[in-house]
């Protein structure tokens, strides 16, 4: 990922950062393709696409840039 400026005020210098600690054993936070489906066995996602999430805040404003750049199993 290599986010140069941001969306809202074309500030450059954009710092990388996300921490979700109740997503997944796998340590980072995942895209996951469709609608959310929850039940007594937690969520239903296999076979859907997941990707790694990556995120960037913009030092002036505070904006947030999330992408999912990666492919997740």
Known sequence: ??????????????????LDEISSPSGFT????????????GRFIKGKKRYRVEAARCPRCGHLELFATQPSG
């Open 30 to 41: 995942r895209w996951v393709e469709g609608e959310l489906r929850t039940g007594a066995f």
């Open 1 to 18: 990922m290599d986010i140069v400026t941001c969306t809202q005020c074309s500030a450059t210098g954009l710092e990388k950062g996300l």
